[in-house]
């Protein structure tokens, strides 16, 4: 990543249209993007991230680049869409298994939650356990079902000389610990290996795993900075292993403040959120605003929808600490 350097994207799963809550995500990457170099600005790119096929639905990409250009978010490049990119993640995959960092598992939900109960370990709601590595060293004669990265060889096969072209603001202090930094939510840390063990690369249906997919297609297009929603933190430290593993840069993170539904949850497509309202687009991107702390509008009446942006891109760098 050169110092002057900003290229930015949102990746949208076409499972439905826009809602509030991805409204906030992609007007913080495009105003993270435009507010660069004092204003300046950087790249933004979108991709829609359809790798998971059984839950996008007909038409929606489609619908999501259209809702992003009425509230003029428009992408600086034609939109990449993760379902043509099957070739590039297969030769990561290869990659990975031939330097020992990915293996071929052959365990089903249920086989790691025998696994578990026959350590002791009772099954939390909505809490899944760490891969327990039955498959790390062989199948023994059973089929291979999906792909998993080797997070336990992972720090003893991590070559020194990568380590040290990490960014300064991610480093280990104990083995199988990574820590990272957040623009927004600061100094972040995981145990990647006990927290989640070895995860998916390529799931047991055939699909690429979002993991996977994500790393390679960050990668593919030069993205420097990854603004999102901060449900998607605790995936940011399996990321970078994959990117050390691939040999890929580490992106600056910024993870932006969720919408809630009135119960507290977050805000979502798979519980009904529904789409945004762009009869009046401005009005939408005022309430996304909002949510990221950014001033609201003086006369709404009477501002459009550029002039809006332009306000809230000279308060962003302020809000968010940008400097190339």
Known sequence: MTPAGYVGRFAPSPTGPLH??????????????????????????????????????????????????????????????????????????????????????????????????????????????????????????????????????????QPLSLMDQAQAAIHNEAPQVLHWHDRRLGAQQQDVVASVGDFVLRRADGLWAYQLAVVVDDAAQGITHIVRGEDLADNTPRQILLQRALGAPTPQYLHTPLVRAAD?????????????????????????????????????????????????????AGLYNLAP
């Open 264 to 316: 507290g949850e977050k805000l979502s497509k798979q519980h009904g959120a529904p789409p945004l309202d762009l009869q009046r687009p401005l009005q939408a991107l005022a309430a996304a605003a909002a949510v990221l702390q950014l001033p609201a509008v003086a006369h709404p009446d009477n501002t459009t929808v550029p002039q809006a942006l332009a306000q809230w891109c000279k308060a962003w």
């Open 20 to 157: 509030a809550g991805s409204l906030v995500a992609a007007l913080a990457s495009w105003l993270d993007a435009r507010a660069w170099n004092g204003g300046h600005g950087g790249r933004w790119l979108v991709r829609i991230e359809d790798v998971d096929t059984p839950r996008c639905a007909p038409g929606a990409g489609e619908h999501i680049l259209a809702q992003l250009a009425a509230c003029g978010l428009h992408p600086d490049a034609p939109p990449l869409w993760q379902s043509t990119r099957a070739a590039a993640y297969q030769g990561a995959l290869d990659r990975l298994c031939a330097s020992g960092l990915a293996y071929p598992c052959a365990c089903s939900r249920k086989d790691i939650a025998a696994a578990h109960a026959a350590r002791g370990r009772a099954q939390q709601r909505h809490v899944e356990h760490p891969y327990p590595g039955t498959c790390r060293h062989g199948l023994h004669g059973r089929s291979a079902r999906a792909w998993r990265f080797n997070t336990t060889d992972f720090w003893p096969k």
